[in-house]
């Protein structure tokens, strides 16, 4: 009860570990130009030079990352610094009076006022760049969306900096 292929021998060039037998009727991938046979386990996580195989077929990835990638990691932290400097003096604002003698505050809402506002606040600082990135991406453009919200920016902190002095 002999199935055609099952039984037949495997291709001795043909080094792929298979669930099953070598069907003889398939040809062997290592006989492909534009794979290389499979290179033997490193042990202890050492490190080994790529062959000349490697060097030529394989994408070269640079080890640096670029300075573009760095400001735009660093203008990511300052935001978020900012954001999360911002919350809890925001809420004793809100919060607490003027004439308030433990916590400066202003508005002296109450904790309940201030506390629903603030979560306002988060729900929509969380669930807005959605809808502004397809805005952006669809009909502004993302260079014109990146300027006009650096502009918005930079005149809020000049804004908040006048009123402050």
Known sequence: MSREGV?????????????GPVVASQPSILNSEKISPPVPPIENDQRRDATDEETKTL????????????????????????????????????QNARESNGTPGALGLGQSMATNISNAFFLFSFLTPMPFALLSDIYIGRFKSLLAGLAYAKTAHQLDGYSRG
Request: charged content about 20%; proline content about 8%.
């Open 7 to 19: 039984d037949a021998q495997p291709d001795p060039g043909d080094t792929r570990r298979t669930a």
């Open 59 to 94: 994408r070269h990835v640079n080890d640096r990352i670029p300075a573009a990638a760095w400001i735009v990691i660093l203008a990511g932290a300052a935001e978020r610094a900012t954001y999360f400097g911002i919350i809890a003096p925001w809420q004793n604002y809100m």
